[in-house]
C-alpha cells in the first residue's frame, strides 16, 4: 500500500486508474472501518482510503484537539484489509488557505437531530467530503449506515450537484453484544462499555413498539427518552423518522429509530431500521 500526503502525490499515483473506490475516514480505524475498505474493494479499479481528521465538523467545546491520531497503526489496518493507497494529508495540505467556500446543505435535512445538537455539523462534513471527491475523485465511495443522517446528506449532495460517483450504504458493524462500532468507544470506561448497549437496546425496542399497528410515535419516543435518562444518560434524542428523509412519517412509510446521547462524557449515536 502506497502513503502519500499531498495532492500532487495523490494525483500522481491515480492517473492511470479510472474507477477508484474510496474509503474516507477521520482516523483510529476499527473493524466497522475496514469492512468499509473490504467493501470497496471489488468496486472499482484502485481501493483508496483517507484519514483527515476534519476540524470544519467539530463545534468549539467538542473534541478535535484530543481526537486520537492512530495514523501508523491506521496504516497497517489498512494494507491488511488490501487497501491500495492511503490519502493522509495534513490540515495545511487539504486547507493550504481558510475554506471560505463551503457546502451548506439543506436545512431540511441537515439541520434536525444531529444538525439540532450539533449546528453547522453537517456543513463541515459536506464541505470536506466534496473537497475529498475532488482530490480522488472516485467512482464509487462507501459510507456507514451508523452516520445514517450523514449518509443521506452525502446522498443528497451528490445527487443535487449530478457528481459521477455511487454512494455506497455499509451496514453498521457492531460488537458481539450489539453496540454499534465507533472511534469514539475507546473514551468509555469499563464500566460505561458495559452500559453502552442499552442505547441500541433502547432503539430495538422502539423499533418492534412503532411495527405495532396504530403505534403512538411520540409516546415511543417519550418512553425511550425516559428509559435512557432514568439509566443516567443524557440523551439528544430518540426519534423515529421517515427513512427516505428523516421527517415527520405518514400512514405506510418505512421508519428509522434514531438516537443520540451522552454516556459520561461520551456521546454516543446509532440507528435501526424498523
Known amino acids: 500500500m502506497h502513503v502519500v500526503h499531498t495532492l500532487p502525490e495523490l ?40 484519514v483527515f481528521v476534519n476540524r470544519l465538523q467539530f463545534l468549539p467545546h467538542e ?5 486520537p491520531r492512530t495514523l501508523a497503526g491506521d496504516a497497517e489496518k489498512l494494507a491488511a484489509a488490501g487497501c491500495d ?20 446543505p439543506d436545512p431540511v435535512l441537515a439541520d434536525i437531530l444531529e444538525g439540532q445538537f450539533r449546528p453547522g455539523f453537517f456543513t463541515g462534513v459536506c464541505t470536506v467530503v466534496m473537497k475529498l471527491f475532488q482530490c480522488v475523485q472516485p467512482r ?10 450523514q449518509l443521506l446528506v452525502i446522498q443528497r449532495m451528490v445527487r443535487q450537484f449530478a457528481m459521477p460517483i455511487e454512494i ?8 458481539g453484544d450489539g453496540l454499534a462500532l465507533s472511534s469514539r468507544n475507546g473514551y468509555l470506561s469499563a464500566e460505561e462499555r458495559r452500559e453502552a448497549v442499552e442505547l441500541s437496546r433502547v432503539l430495538a425496542r422502539m423499533a418492534q413498539q412503532a411495527r405495532a ?15 435512557l435518562a432514568q439509566r443516567g444518560w ?5 426519534a423515529l423518522r421517515r427513512r427516505s428523509d428523516l421527517q415527520t412519517p405518514g ?10 446521547a451522552r454516556l459520561g462524557t461520551t456521546r454516543l449515536i446509532d440507528n435501526l431500521a424498523v
Not at 399497528?213 to 428509559?227: M, R, Y
Not at 443524557?234 to 430518540?238: Q, R, S
Not at 400512514?251 to 443520540?260: I, N, R, S, T
Open 213 to 227: 399497528p396504530g403505534a403512538d410515535l411520540p409516546s415511543i419516543e417519550a418512553a425511550a427518552l425516559a428509559t
Open 63 to 67: 473534541d478535535f484537539d484530543s481526537y
Open 85 to 104: 493507497l492511503l490519502f493522509a494529508p495534513a490540515e495545511r495540505d487539504l486547507y493550504p488557505e481558510p475554506q471560505t467556500f463551503k457546502v451548506h
Open 234 to 238: 443524557a440523551p439528544d434524542y430518540l
Open 168 to 175: 455506497v450504504p455499509a451496514a453498521t458493524y457492531r460488537d
Open 251 to 260: 400512514p405506510g412509510d418505512a421508519l428509522v429509530a434514531l438516537g443520540a
Open 140 to 149: 464509487f465511495a462507501v459510507f456507514g449506515e451508523k452516520d445514517y443522517q
Open 11 to 50: 494525483r500522481e499515483h491515480l492517473a492511470a486508474f479510472r474507477r477508484p473506490a474510496f474509503v474516507p475516514t477521520m482516523g483510529n480505524l476499527h473493524e466497522g472501518h475496514i469492512a468499509l475498505v473490504r467493501m470497496a474493494r471489488p468496486l472499482g479499479d484502485v481501493t483508496v482510503a483517507s
